[in-house]
């Protein structure tokens, strides 16, 4: 359900950036994979019955972009996970 519902939102989320009349539901390869039109970068990520998509026009400035859901987690949890994500080498 949720996959289907995103491809319903990034159908919507085309149709509000384009607005050229079409109706995009051809939006899906044989492995699933989004087929965004020429010249348009989206994401879809859905999560826990939540759905979200967001497009872009291709520019000199921007060739893609990205959207992710996550459940929120606990401010220790964010702590942790985040030492965890940024630590760097050090050098010796």
Known sequence: MEFLAGRVC???AL?????????YWRLKS???AVLWPKNIA????H?????????IKHSNEV????VDIE????????IDL???ILKCAHSQ
């Open 10 to 12: 990034s159908a919507t």
């Open 15 to 23: 149709e509000n950036l384009l607005r050229d009349g079409e109706y």
């Open 30 to 32: 044989s492995n699933r």
């Open 42 to 45: 989206g994401s879809i990520s």
């Open 47 to 55: 999560s826990n019955n939540f759905v979200t998509a967001v497009t």
């Open 63 to 66: 060739q893609s972009i990205g």
């Open 71 to 78: 459940k929120i987690m606990s401010t220790q949890k964010a």
């Open 82 to 84: 985040s030492q965890t």
